[in-house]
């Protein structure tokens, strides 16, 4: 039988099967990883976090003592310091950021992490403006994508902004959730950014979603920007409470941190 379909049906078929019969449909394409495999911090991407003033930042150090990489996890501890002459803080924490170093602006941002739990442990998995100078808080806005206090079975995931600080709309969207954990267990936590919403998801669920709305109210959907990315160990606070001694030293361990852009076949981006 001759076969009459021309020759640019033919190219159209091959190039639909080469994209999986849906020209049309798009897939998360890694961009950027950290194993944690080599023996140090790859300090391309990642900085120790300094002391500062808010409450989560205050016991931060750059002391050895509060970092390790192990069987292919960055560990970040929070601890007694043994030393008061060198250091006049009670505490000491560790912590990571790639601020200047590497931005996030879209996409989605995965960290897999195993939380050791302690009264006044308060690790926590975030996002602040990469132009932080220009944004301050919360004017740029802030996506926390894991919080967790003390020995809880939750995480918290929220966003905070001028609209839900300032303004106090925390509920119209809501601005956050809780979802179960392992409270022993490694946990994937995840966030997707997109211009018009973001979206949080634990171990593949999605668990909450913060939309852009039509509003006449100041800075509700700052997030369509540059972020850098923290994570960190932290210690005590009004919110967390007090810290017990007895149950450290305590620790996070990283297993991974994963980026993901949309990759939609033959845009060549």
């Given at each position: ?19 999986g ?8 394409k ?50 007694i ?94 601005q ?70 007895a ?23």
């Amino acid at each position: 039988m001759k076969n009459n379909v021309p020759l640019y049906c033919i190219v159209l078929a091959l190039f639909c099967a080469a994209c999986g019969g849906n020209t049309g449909k798009s897939e998360w394409k890694l961009v950027w990883e950290d194993n944690f495999d080599a023996p140090a911090l790859d300090t391309a991407t990642w900085s120790k976090i300094p002391r500062w003033t808010p409450e989560w930042a205050k016991f931060m150090s750059a002391d050895e003592a509060c970092y390790a990489i192990a069987d292919g996890n960055l560990i970040l501890k929070g601890l007694i310091n043994t030393d008061r002459q060198a250091d006049t803080a009670t505490y000491l924490t560790g912590g990571v950021y790639t601020k200047y170093k590497r931005s996030f602006h879209g996409g989605r941002l995965e960290v897999r992490a195993k939380l050791q739990g302690a009264t006044g442990a308060w690790p926590a998995i975030w996002l602040k403006p990469a132009e932080e100078a220009k944004y301050p808080w919360p004017t740029g806005g802030e996506i926390d994508i894991m919080e967790r206090l003390n020995y809880d079975s939750i995480a918290y995931q929220t966003v905070h902004s001028y609209y839900t600080h300032h303004l106090d709309l925390k509920n119209d969207p809501p601005q956050g959730g809780t979802r179960r954990i392992d409270p022993d267990g490694y946990n994937t936590y995840a966030v997707e950014m997109y211009p018009d919403s973001v979206v949080f998801f634990i171990n593949g669920n999605r668990t909450l979603a913060y939309p852009r709305i039509e509003t006449d109210k100041e800075g509700q959907f700052p997030f369509d920007k540059p972020y850098y990315l923290l994570i960190d160990m932290q210690l005590g606070g009004p919110w967390v409470g007090g810290i017990d001694p007895a149950d450290l030293p305590v620790e996070m361990k990283v297993d991974w941190v994963r980026y993901y852009r949309k990759d939609t076949c033959g845009s060549g981006r």
